[in-house]
């Protein structure tokens, strides 16, 4: 919990100290972008305190992580260029989480109750949802591009469709984990990160709870 605190700290301190920079040498690309990046980052804690959710920590640096990557390094640094495998790592890891999201929320629906549907179908149904996530997040780099002028789809069409198929292999796993949840098994740490976030947040899975 310390190292994940840390690390969202250590990333906003970063984003304010190339907006000053940025800001002294009259760079206001850059100036833009790390000042977009950081209210990004500081918006995850209050939506979900909108929705009444307990965002554990671990959640928020990850997401904090991946905007400081696609955002901030991806384009005033240029990483995009630079590693060929940038946008796929970044894709892959962002659509495995919203794979995880989709679990979490459709498992919310059923109040925690594992028994109330089959595991295969809330697989199905997470699975889903995260593609649908994937797809939502290429929708807001294309309006990053025409409106601000970015660069975020870099080759267009290929680019996109390329991102949806690892936000597909993505979604796969993040929904593969809660299913394996489910039948009591893990997937790596993304069980360990399910159980996180379902502890935090006991009274959305109240009769998971009731179970025991």
Avoid: C
Avoid at 5 to 23: D, E, P, T
Wanted: net charge neutral; charged share 15%.
């Amino acid at each position: 919990m310390i190292g994940s605190n840390l690390s969202v700290r250590l990333v906003q301190a970063i984003l304010l100290i190339a907006a000053v920079i940025g800001m002294v040498g009259a760079q206001w690309s850059l100036v833009f972008v790390a000042v977009l990046t950081l209210v990004l980052t500081l918006s995850p804690t209050r939506f979900a305190r909108w929705l009444g959710i307990d965002l554990p920590p671990s959640f928020l640096a990850a997401i904090v992580i991946f905007l400081f990557g696609t955002l901030f390094l991806g384009e005033v640094f240029d990483f995009y260029e630079r590693y060929w495998w940038w946008d796929l790592v970044l894709h892959l890891g962002s659509a495995m989480g919203f794979g995880l999201i989709g679990f979490l929320f459709i498992f919310m629906l059923f109040e925690g109750d594992r028994y109330a549907a089959p595991p295969l179908a809330i697989a199905m149904l997470s699975f889903a949802t995260g593609i649908s996530l994937g797809a939502v997040w290429e929708v807001f780099e294309f309006g990053m591009d025409q409106i601000f002028g970015l660069n975020m789809q870099k080759s267009g069409l290929v680019d996109t469709m390329g991102d949806l198929i690892v936000d597909m292999l993505g979604a796969l796993i993040g929904a593969t984990s809660g299913f394996l949840y489910l039948k009591g098994r893990q997937l790596g740490g993304l069980g360990a990160a399910i159980d996180d976030f379902v502890r935090k947040n006991k009274t959305l899975y109240a009769k998971m709870r009731r179970k025991g």
